[in-house]
């Protein structure tokens, strides 16, 4: 009962109090008090300021944070699909130039019949071994592929069809020891047989005597025998071997064509071998053991490779 009694009064002196502080602060009475009360909260009111600006930054960084991160992950994954796109470009681009170089050589042989003008086989595998030098094609029967088909690229002469299956087949290398090849050479017109070597080089065997052949000179099929059409470019000669103890010269021939990095190959549809007279010319009757030779001559080749003849 007697708080009841003493709210009213409470109240009236809050509002004379309140009334009496706006007419001494109106009239400068408490501008001391108010200053002094400034000077001791402005620590105070700093430190609040900091404190708020503080966490401002922090709640900002993390916001920018999350940001960077989401940003960095949208990075990654364009940058991965960038990757890979340029990758397929630069093989579509490396394949246009070879397909590009396969026209130019079906335009500088237009007597070649490519199967309908060009016939490009993709390498679908690889059988070589160190005695075996065969590749598989994918091309067969069921495109027009016959055996004994002397197959090519842009570089020059790569082998002939040895095996033909419904959609693919096997193609024998130059370089395989049981290749052989009638050959000439372009400049002094030397005629010779070709043979692959294991682990090496292939060899220019019965080559006359009487005719001198340089370093550098470019070998072609002369088409003797009727086995591959005439001026398909081989290779080059590296290097002479020329014996007093044998009837014939010999020359050691790097191909033209890298077959390490064999991909695309054409197929001469139009040119049918004629089986009867072998792949090579008769050998003269002396037997020629061919000399063990390095990989490589003495000298080295020009690695000009000229358009092969029509």
């Known amino acids: 009962m007697r708080r009841l009694r003493l709210r009213p009064l409470i109240l009236l ?31 105070l009111t700093t430190l609040f300021a900091e404190v708020r600006t503080a966490a401002g930054e922090v709640v900002s960084t993390a916001r920018d944070l999350r940001t960077l991160r989401q940003r960095n992950n949208e990075l990654e994954a364009l940058v991965e699909r960038l990757t890979v796109e340029n990758l397929q470009l630069s093989e579509v681009v490396t394949e246009n130039e070879k397909l590009r170089s396969f026209f130019s050589f079906a335009q500088t042989n237009p007597t070649y019949d490519f199967r309908g003008g060009q016939v490009v086989a993709r390498v679908i595998g690889d059988s070589a071994s160190a005695y075996s030098d065969i590749i598989q094609i994918d091309l067969g029967e069921q495109h027009g592929i016959q055996r004994g088909m002397p197959v090519v690229t842009d570089r020059g002469f790569v082998g002939r069809i040895v095996h033909v299956y419904p959609q693919s087949s096997e193609v024998l290398l130059l370089t395989d020891p049981n290749s052989s090849i009638n050959v000439m050479t372009q400049a002094s017109r030397a005629p010779g047989s070709l043979t692959g070597r294991p682990g090496q080089l292939p060899l220019m065997n019965f080559i006359p005597p009487d005719i001198d052949i340089s370093v550098g000179e470019i070998v072609m099929t002369s088409g003797l025998g009727g086995a591959f059409p005439k001026g398909l470019v081989v290779g080059q000669v590296v290097d002479v071997l020329k014996n007093d103890d044998r009837m014939f010269q010999q020359a050691v021939i790097r191909p033209t064509v890298d077959f390490s990095r064999l991909e695309l190959v054409l197929v001469i549809t139009n040119f049918q071998p004629d089986t009867t007279l072998g792949a090579a010319t008769t050998a003269p009757a002396a037997t020629v053991t061919p000399a063990s030779t390095p990989a490589t001559g003495s000298a080295q080749a020009n690695d000009v490779v000229p358009t092969p003849s029509r």
Not at 27 to 39: A, E, K, Y
Request: aromatic share 6%; proline share 6%.
């Open 13 to 43: 002196a809050v509002i004379v109090g309140a009334f009496a502080i706006m007419v001494l602060d109106t009239m400068g009475f408490l501008s001391p008090v108010d200053n002094v009360i400034h000077t001791s909260m402005a620590p």
